[in-house]
């Protein structure tokens, strides 16, 4: 029997196996993801290598995640809207000697030239949240798995889900 295969896209934007696209996850889905796999709030977290600031994930203009390693990463909420991390390429944190501070530090945005973009100012850090990489990455990829579903479940006429090949 034919199978049509629709296909969930992760949050990378990227496509599964050459189906047919459809919508990624927008900033409101990726942030509550995020939140979902967060731990509670802490007061500070040691950033030990400034490679945090080149690993990190935007999350709309109030959150971000920043990896210090490939399984120990924070979530970020700022204290107000942040509207450089739109136009951000990369960021710079504020720290004491290697420890990022909730409600003390701040992110500051920064474009490709280093520049921060106009209007964002610092953006204060209002909490910290470790993030569980293991079962968001597990979350992640169950978002990029196909669904099979049966020729019977789509309506008559409809070969495949998603928009044509060449649009």
Same mark, same amino acid.
């Given at each position: 029997?034919? /199978?049509?295969? %629709?296909? #969930?896209?992760?949050?990378?934007?990227?496509?599964?196996?050459?189906?047919?696209?459809?919508?990624?996850? !927008?900033?409101?889905?990726?942030? %509550?993801?995020?939140?979902? /796999?967060?731990? %509670?709030?802490?007061?500070?977290?040691? #950033?030990?290598?400034?490679?945090?600031?080149? $690993?990190?994930?935007? #999350?709309?203009?109030?959150?971000?995640?920043?990896?210090?390693?490939? $399984?120990? *990463? /924070?979530?970020?909420?700022?204290? +107000?809207?942040?509207?450089?991390?739109?136009?951000?390429? $990369?960021?710079?944190?504020? $720290?004491?000697? !290697?420890? +990022?501070?909730?409600? &003390?530090?701040?992110?500051?945005?920064?474009?490709?030239?280093?520049?921060?973009?106009? *209007?964002? *100012?610092?953006?204060? &850090?209002?909490?910290?949240?470790? #993030?569980?990489?293991?079962?968001?990455?597990?979350?992640?990829?169950?978002?990029?798995?196909?669904?099979?579903?049966?020729?019977?479940? =789509?309506?008559?006429?409809?070969?495949? =889900? !998603?928009?044509?090949? !060449?649009?």
């Amino acid at each position: 029997m034919r /199978h049509v295969y %629709a296909v #969930l896209l992760g949050l990378t934007g990227t496509l599964a196996a050459g189906c047919s696209t459809t919508p990624t996850l !927008g900033t409101p889905e990726r942030l %509550a993801l995020y939140r979902e /796999h967060a731990q %509670a709030p802490v007061p500070s977290f040691r #950033l030990t290598r400034m490679t945090g600031t080149q $690993n990190w994930t935007p #999350l709309g203009d109030q959150a971000l995640a920043v990896w210090s390693s490939a $399984n120990r *990463g /924070h979530l970020i909420e700022l204290r +107000v809207r942040c509207p450089g991390m739109r136009m951000a390429s $990369n960021i710079a944190i504020t $720290n004491r000697t !290697g420890t +990022v501070t909730a409600r &003390i530090d701040s992110v500051l945005p920064r474009t490709a030239t280093g520049l921060i973009p106009v *209007g964002s *100012g610092t953006c204060r &850090i209002e909490t910290i949240r470790p #993030l569980d990489a293991a079962t968001l990455r597990d979350a992640q990829r169950e978002l990029r798995n196909a669904e099979y579903i049966e020729q019977s479940a =789509v309506p008559s006429g409809t070969e495949e =889900v !998603g928009p044509s090949p !060449g649009t």
